[in-house]
């Protein structure tokens, strides 16, 4: 019982920052139909950032809210200076652009900083666990389900009662439509940029804090899974992406925690053949998106 | 009319390829006017309105509102001009509630004074929406998401209020209930252009109409002159 509590907090510290990725993936997929790719790498800014603070010794508390900042400037930018010259291209454009802004990143990453691993400097707190009764929780694993949840709440509050948030749910469903409302393109897609910059942001502070390393490829592996995730609740579909999010964890640590041990090496075939398996049933994923639900697959 | 028009398009060409769906029309709205495009499917009456609204690219065109260019300007900078569009297909914003589409549909709109003025305007004509304000868009009936796609226009106070088929799809009653408020909209002095299948009920409210076929504009003039002519019966059926 205590294996199986001590496991679900693992599940949810995991699943809440696939969540947050994934999210951050939807956001913008729902507003221009671009699967960001580069998404990664706005982590790996991230990771950088951190490092360098710590390197120059700036507070862990002022260098998060840096890392997270500078993963959604550079959001911003990847806007403006790849993605808005091929608006309105098709998905496939917007696609292979995603994948070159990671490539060129990532290359930039390993000439101008370097290809191996970094040390990320952290607090000592962060290594730190907790006993609950018989259970023991690091505090990394608090912080990842704390941050979660506050995000999340953030992100409901912000697209349900911002005129902002609710232009970018409008544009969401009908895009030529809330133009014609008087909802300017440019502010509406910089938004969503914005948002899933400081979603990465978040995400790759929670992801850092569990490893206290950073390479130029870090961005990659979460990003892969946040996408598997998007699928899994359905593309497109905010509250989909945050259930893709969690059940991927879910499944992720289960299968570690309670596969026998003859099978673990068939761990990730076996989590995503269960994937597969859901998507059979439901192929547009577990909450599909409203203006996506009716797509075939 | 001497007068200068509330807006003028000159020379009006949409192509979607190499089909050519309006082809160089020229036309006016007078402010306080309802003016009725007629025609059957096909003939380039949607295309135009969404031209004008830049829903759609006009190949060519010199479309002028109260004297200023809009040819090229972007849809986004329209509704602040004075210039919208109840669509056809109604396409309100199903996932948000009726009062976040006409939130929505007031974004541009920067004095909480207009705003207030609107919200009031469209609680009045229509009461039903007042009271599913809460409620999700999508889950109206086909004629209240018309009234939503209309009162949403309505928000940002336009000078002119264009609607596309906005009978389409509804039960004959809901159509006469549509047509109602069209006529509430005009002794309220909104200027409308108005495409419509159903031409005995878009000539009873219309003050002026244009005829299309073929992308082409085939006759023109009063509600009376057009009950008359059999250009218009023409149009209908295949003619031009």
Redesign the interface.
């Known amino acids: 019982m205590d294996l199986f509590v001590q496991q679900t907090v693992n599940a949810l510290a995991l699943g809440g920052t696939y969540a947050l990725l994934a999210l951050g993936l939807a956001v913008v997929f729902s507003i221009m139909g671009l699967i960001n790719f580069a998404h990664g790498e706005l982590m790996t800014i991230s990771g950088y950032t951190l490092m360098y603070c710590g390197i120059a010794g700036v507070p862990f508390v002022i260098s998060v809210p840096l890392a997270i900042l500078a993963a959604m400037v550079a959001a911003v930018a990847m806007e403006r200076i790849a993605f808005r010259p091929v608006r309105g291209g098709s998905g496939a454009t917007m696609l292979i652009t995603s994948f070159a802004v990671a490539m060129i990143l990532q290359v930039l990453f390993q000439n101008l900083i370097s290809a191996r691993s970094q040390a990320v400097m952290l607090p000592p707190l962060l290594s730190e666990s907790l006993r609950i009764g018989n259970v023991i929780i690091g505090v990394n694993k608090i912080a990842a389900i704390v941050a979660t949840v506050l995000m999340l709440v953030f992100l409901d509050r912000f697209m349900n009662r911002q005129?902002t948030g609710?232009?970018m749910?409008?544009a969401a469903?009908?895009f030529?439509?809330?133009?014609?409302?008087?909802?300017?393109?440019n502010t509406v897609i910089a938004g969503a940029f914005a948002i899933s910059g400081l979603l990465a942001g978040v995400a790759a502070v929670l992801w850092v804090s569990q490893r206290a390393s950073v390479d130029p490829l870090m961005g990659f592996t979460p990003v892969l899974k946040a996408f598997i995730a998007a699928i899994l609740g359905g593309l497109g579909s905010l509250r989909g992406a945050v259930a893709g999010g969690f059940l991927l964890g879910f499944i992720e640590v289960y299968l570690a925690a309670f596969l026998p041990q003859e099978l673990q090496e068939f761990r990730d075939p076996i989590g995503l053949g269960i994937v597969v398996l859901i998507l059979l049933f439901r192929p547009n994923g577990m909450i599909p998106s409203?203006v996506l639900g009716s797509v075939k697959v | 009319m001497t007068r200068a028009p509330l807006l003028s398009a000159q020379g009006l060409v949409v192509r979607y390829g190499a089909i050519e769906a309006v082809r160089g029309i020229d036309f006016s709205i007078h402010e306080g006017e309802i003016v009725a495009f007629l025609g059957a499917n096909g003939a380039g009456k949607s295309s135009t309105l969404n031209a004008l609204v830049s829903l759609v690219p006009a190949a060519e065109a010199q479309v002028l509102l109260g004297g200023e260019e809009i040819t090229d300007v972007a849809p986004e900078r329209l509704a602040p001009m004075g210039l919208t569009l109840a669509p056809e297909g109604r396409r309100v914003f199903g996932g948000l509630t009726v009062e976040e589409n006409l939130r929505m549909g007031a974004y541009g709109v920067r004095s909480a004074e207009k705003r207030e003025a609107a919200w009031d305007m469209v609680h009045d004509l229509f009461p039903i929406l007042y009271e599913r304000r809460r409620q999700f868009a999508g889950t109206l009936s086909g004629g209240q998401q018309q009234m939503l796609a209309i009162g949403r226009a309505l928000m940002c106070g336009p000078r002119l209020l264009l609607l596309d088929e906005p009978s389409l799809g509804l039960a004959p009653q809901i159509v006469g209930q549509i047509f109602d408020l069209i006529a509430l909209l005009r002794e309220r002095d909104v200027t409308l252009g108005i495409v419509e299948q159903n031409v005995a009920m878009a000539l009873e409210v219309a003050d002026r109409g244009y005829v299309m076929a073929g992308g082409r504009i085939v006759a023109e003039g009063t509600a009376a002159e057009l009950r008359q002519t059999d250009r218009l019966q023409a149009a209908y059926l295949g003619g031009s």
């Open positions: 005129k609710i232009a749910r409008a469903e009908d030529a439509i809330a133009r014609l409302m008087g909802i300017r393109a409203r």
